[in-house]
């Protein structure tokens, strides 16, 4: 924003609140001590737009944080679907994500979402940001194009060491590889689809840099499409619904007069063909053109 560097339009939190025992450093350590009003002080004072709520977040605890955030006029999204739904969080991260229960609250062991799950999130539009990709998505889009590999922008935005870990796991993908990453991946596109269908909120996000960043989106995005979503309805979790979720859709999120003119513009028609959004030319922030190949050589 100061305009010393060239960057993205970014939209923050902090470190995720977590219970007592963290589960990865640089959480915050919560307990029932008087802490909390402290840690939710120092968020707004640091400008965060929203709170991460982690696995080891005891549920009463994730409770009163949803609601003086929600006072504080922050959203609050949770690792956990349930009982954060219940509560009135504003999101849930990840189809399978990490739990201390012990087993996962929103898919099974292979990799289908019961019923109940589709019901709670369409129900109460708590958003959902699936990260297929971290769960087999990225690598089952690779195994069926691993043409990214060798693109200029990897080789030039990456060390060599990230194209060749890749190419040295799918170069010669065998077909029962790939047969088995879609036994991984399509009950979790299912789920994305249903939720949609079901007038859902999905949010495309990625988990990075678990996967390479921007590419690993574009992979994500392919995900929904394959699991039967229009390109419309993909397009519409990484632009209206996202903007939307954060707070920020009277100002982002689509082209209409009066918004942020922060576009990205195709080679092709992605209404079309979804992997169309591979191909990049130019970025615009707040009105300013950047072309891709000149970014490159900055």
Do not use: C
Request: zero cysteines; proline letters at 6%.
């Amino acid at each position: 924003e100061s305009g010393v560097r060239i960057g993205p339009r970014l939209i923050t939190t902090g470190e995720p609140f977590d219970g007592t025992r963290i589960y990865y450093p640089g959480g915050s350590s919560l307990d029932d001590t008087g802490q909390l009003p402290l840690q939710l002080q120092h968020a707004a004072a640091f400008g965060f737009d929203f709170i991460k709520t982690y696995v080891r977040l005891p549920d009463l605890m994730q409770k009163r944080i949803i609601e003086e955030a929600h006072r504080m006029g922050m959203p609050v999204t949770s690792h956990e679907l349930y009982p954060a739904v219940a509560y009135g969080a504003d999101g849930v991260e990840h189809i399978r994500g990490t739990s201390r229960r012990g087993y996962s609250p929103k898919i099974t062991a292979l990799s289908r979402s019961y019923r109940d799950v589709i019901d709670l999130l369409t129900a109460s539009q708590m958003t959902l940001t699936p990260t297929i990709g971290i769960q087999g998505g990225f690598r089952l889009q690779t195994l069926r194009d691993a043409s990214w590999i060798d693109d200029r922008r990897i080789q030039t935005l990456y060390p060599p060491s990230v194209p060749a870990r890749w190419r040295a796991q799918t170069g010669t993908a065998p077909i029962a590889m790939l047969e088995d990453a879609e036994r991984l991946v399509k009950p979790q596109e299912k789920t994305v689809y249903e939720v949609v269908k079901g007038g859902g909120r999905v949010t495309a996000g990625t988990d990075a840099p678990i996967n390479p960043y921007g590419l690993s989106l574009l992979m994500e995005l392919e995900n929904y499409a394959s699991g039967g979503l229009s390109p419309f309805e993909v397009l519409r979790t990484a632009t209206t619904v996202s903007a939307e979720a954060m707070g920020v859709g009277a100002d982002l999120g689509s082209i209409e007069a009066g918004k942020l003119a922060d576009l990205v513009i195709i080679d092709g028609n992605p209404l079309s063909d979804i992997k169309l959004l591979r191909r990049v030319k130019h970025v615009m922030k707040g009105g300013v053109v950047y072309e891709t190949e000149a970014l490159l050589k900055r």
